[in-house]
């Protein structure tokens, strides 16, 4: 089984990032995703309700600050489960004198995606 992910590699809009960090509840989020977790998990860890935490998890992937992550097997379901996918995100002026959002990541963080997901098997 493979495992894929949806989030891009594109550098994410400042406007994005800046919102879904100025959300309470986005920032809950971020803040249980230690590992990779389901919408219903996530749910019960921060106490939202299922459609704001599926609204909340739409906007951090829309941000690339979120990834979500395909092939976990739940009886014949395939259930998604989330992982915030960043270390520090930096706010810096480039040499035209615009802002620039930096999103850094960890190259171990895929290596702990994937023993996440295997334990769930």
Known sequence: MSLGFSSSDESPDIAAVVGALDD????????VLEEP???DELADRTGLPLSTT?????RLTEANLVTETVGVRQGSHHKSRYIADFDDISI???DDR????????????SADIWSETRRTF
Do not use: H, Q
Request: hydrophobic share 35%; with cysteine; proline share 0%.
């Open 24 to 31: 309470d509840a986005c920032r809950k989020i971020v803040g």
């Open 37 to 39: 977790l389901t919408v």
């Open 54 to 58: 599926y609204r909340k998890l739409d």
């Open 92 to 94: 810096a002026l480039d």
């Open 98 to 109: 615009s802002f620039d959002v930096d999103v850094g990541r960890s190259s171990s963080r």
